[in-house]
């Protein structure tokens, strides 16, 4: 029932399209104009101008011939670098790209497969509820569009994201993080002449992070210090330290807790560093930001979008595994907002390099497993 040749071609149509992060209109209305030709209400955003982009959020609903629970199916537009003028490959069973660019299949064939399964649920009559659609801009700088899009213009609390790898997975869970930004202000001083007059910035950084619990730190949870800023010369004891960490878990309360303790290892650090020069009081001080970069994935294997993803998987003849995923997508924000959703994958390999490529069958079959879905949900 999906046509293959349909779906390589629209894919290919699709990878040519420039729409590296924040340049997607020419993509969108596309992805507009399509929608519209297969019978979707469509809405647009302009969020992306916000982050000074040319697009924002691609949205649609196929409205049901048949009652039933609404169902969301998300992918995003946007490519990483270098993803300009990407020249597909046909080889065998293989897509790739011509070694010069990344291919795109990230996400673009999340977005055909969507678009493919609803042409094949037209051209059958196949029953359905409320179909909606949303393809979403800047996932890749910081998920954007999943993050500015309003989600109380769609009816479906229950939602598919097609972006990840392998077919056969599908992304229950994914952990919350928090991003730190830490500044450390020291006091500068020469450091031959009077380095007494001084504090240094980086010992106090380093006697924090040395303290610091980091890594993996349980199985739910990981800790990183990645980003490290300061100094302007080796006769100045540094007065001014910026660094940045993370820290994620699929628990709240560790979240919170790993989150404090390197909070705490900064002050700790800071108040160490106190001492007296000719009878006056060195003082350091630091500051903190922690801001909740994405909420997570947590949605329980007897929920109906979980079960479906299940059933369609298998039914595919693939034999369906739920896993957990370490980083952050649009389904985690979208799960933040209310709508159950597990991460699909769509056969898309080697993805943010040159060598990004995907397996035809694979297309295929994660068109099948849309289809799937929507058929089970309104049987
Ligand atoms: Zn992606």
Redesign the pocket.
């Known amino acids: 029932m999906v046509n293959k040749k349909r779906l390589v071609d629209e894919f290919i149509e699709l990878v040519r399209i420039d729409s590296e992060s924040l340049n997607e209109k020419n993509i969108a209305d596309e992805l507009e104009k399509k929608l519209k030709a297969l019978g979707l209400d469509v809405w647009r955003d302009n969020a992306g101008e916000k982050f000074g982009g040319n697009a924002g959020n691609v949205m649609g609903r196929l409205k049901g011939n048949t009652n039933g629970e609404a169902l969301l199916f998300a992918a995003?537009m946007d490519t990483v670098k270098p993803g300009n003028g990407v020249k597909p490959v046909v080889e065998n069973d293989i897509i790739k790209s011509d070694g010069t660019t990344v291919l795109g299949g990230?996400?673009k064939s999340g977005i055909v497969a969507i678009l493919e399964a609803i042409r094949v649920i037209e051209e059958n009559n196949i029953k359905h509820g409320d179909i909606e659609v949303l393809f979403t801009f800047g996932?890749?700088i910081g998920l954007l569009g999943a993050k500015t899009v309003d989600t109380s213009k769609f009816r479906a609390k229950q939602g598919f994201a097609l972006?990840s790898e392998d077919v056969s997975y599908i992304v229950y869970k994914a952990p919350a993080q928090n991003s730190i930004e830490f500044e450390i202000f020291g006091k500068e001083s020469h450091a031959g002449v009077a380095p007494e007059k001084g504090i240094s910035a980086i010992e106090i950084a380093a006697d924090a992070i040395n303290r610091m619990k980091l890594g993996r730190i349980d199985a739910e949870t990981t800790a990183n210090i990645g980003v490290i800023e300061g100094g302007r010369a080796t006769n100045i004891v540094t007065g001014y330290v910026k660094m940045k960490g993370e820290a994620r878990s699929h628990n709240l309360d560790k979240l919170e807790r790993q989150t404090r303790s390197m909070i705490e290892a900064v002050w700790d650090a800071v108040e160490r560093s106190k001492r007296y020069s000719g009878g006056e009081l060195m003082i350091a001080r630091s500051k903190e930001t922690v801001s909740r970069e994405y909420d997570r994935i947590s949605v329980d294997k007897n929920e109906l979008s979980a079960r479906l993803a299940y059933r369609a998987v298998n039914e595919v003849g693939l034999k369906a595994q739920f896993v957990e995923m370490g980083g952050g997508?649009d389904a985690n924000i979208l799960n933040g907002k209310g709508i159950k959703m597990v991460i699909l994958g769509t056969g898309m390999s080697n993805?943010h390099t040159k060598e990004e490529y995907i397996k035809i069958d694979d297309m295929v079959n994660i068109t099948e497993v849309v289809l799937n879905i929507i058929k089970f949900a309104y049987a």
């Open positions: 995003h990230d996400d996932e890749e972006d997508s993805v």
